[in-house]
């Protein structure tokens, strides 16, 4: 099923828009890929910290250099 289009305006860095159009593909689809794997990051790193929350409050403070550990594993 199609997903619904909806026309707005936004205003982008030069540079990006040049890059952007150097491609063949059509500017409004690559804008909206970004979209949508920039907002889908955002949810999972929400998700991530919703994880922490739960599992700090069943077995207490966790240990921040851990945490900074496996950060830098996945960035």
């Known amino acids: 099923m199609p997903t619904t289009k909806r026309k707005i305006s ?4 030069e540079d ?3 890059e952007l ?8 689809s690559q804008v909206n890929e ?12 929400r998700h991530l910290g919703e994880l ?3 599992l700090e ?8 250099a851990l945490v900074q550990r496996y950060v830098d ?3």
Do not use: M, Q, Y
């Not at 159009?21 to 409004?28: T, Y």
């Not at 970004?34 to 790193?45: F, K, N, Q, S, T």
């Open 73 to 75: 594993l996945l960035t």
């Open 16 to 18: 990006l828009v040049a």
């Open 52 to 54: 922490l929350d739960e």
């Open 21 to 28: 159009e150097s491609g063949s593909e059509a500017l409004s």
């Open 57 to 64: 409050a069943l077995h207490g403070p966790i240990d921040e």
């Open 34 to 45: 970004a979209v949508r794997v920039e907002i889908g990051r955002r949810r999972r790193l």
């Open 10 to 13: 936004v205003s982008l860095d």
